[in-house]
């Protein structure tokens, strides 16, 4: 693949929230980032590259909410397969904010997502199954940064059962130092049914009544803003 790397000029910011693992919160983390931002008044495109469509399915029923009269922001959505770098570099010149949600192990959706965006972030739990899955997804970073250098990679530290203790985020730190290419995301995001449900609802947690769950959102907006 041949592409020229990312220059953003007056392009919007792009994001992807990328796992080679299921179950590690990654469209979920990726609709709640989009709500957020579309909240605070932002034109905002998610691109789903995950065959299982969650975060298009979340879209259709939000935007049936909205056709209902509910006063809820509006989130555009686009599926895409395959090669997905001139679509989303595209995208980028037309929103403020482009998502990327992506997985598949070692997909071209993924390595070429990753030659696309300003930052990604890669949702993990500290277990040993996701350890062996970023162990690959290191690698894959390091290839996607010689067509992107300025790529900037985290872990994200998701589906904890409790507000994570100090000790949690020093295993979560030692964790990640086996892998040159990612870093540690400030922002945590627990495991709590307010997310599924918010799923379920075509809502993104900052429009519901959970203030943990709110406060990490938009604890992670920012950072993913800075």
């Not at 953003?8 to 919160?25: L, R």
């Amino acid at each position: 693949m041949s592409v020229n790397p990312v220059v953003n000029g007056d392009d919007g910011a792009v994001f992807a929230v990328a796992s080679e693992k299921g179950g590690t919160g990654k469209s979920t983390t990726a609709t709640n980032l989009g709500a957020y931002l579309a909240g605070e008044g932002h034109d905002v495109m998610i691109v789903d590259c995950d065959p299982q469509s969650t975060a298009s399915n979340w879209i259709d029923r939000r935007n049936k909410k909205i056709l209902d009269g509910a006063s809820i922001a509006k989130i555009h959505c686009t599926q895409k397969s395959g090669n997905v770098y001139e679509t989303v570099r595209d995208l980028a010149t037309r929103y403020k904010y482009v998502i990327v949600d992506v997985g598949g192990h070692d997909s071209k959706e993924l390595r070429t997502a990753l030659a696309a965006v300003d930052k990604v972030y890669v949702p993990f739990a500290a277990s040993q199954a996701d350890l062996e899955t970023l162990d690959h997804m290191n690698e894959v970073i390091s290839l996607a940064k010689g067509l992107n250098p300025e790529l900037r990679a985290f872990g994200l530290l998701t589906m904890t059962p409790h507000d994570p203790s100090p000790r949690e985020v020093l295993d979560a730190k030692a964790f990640l130092k086996e892998f040159d290419q990612i870093g540690l995301a400030d922002t945590t995001i627990g495991y709590r049914k307010v997310y599924k449900q918010a799923l379920l609802e075509g809502l993104g947690v900052v429009e519901m009544s959970n203030s943990k769950a709110k406060a990490e959102i938009q604890l992670f907006a920012y950072e993913v803003l800075a």
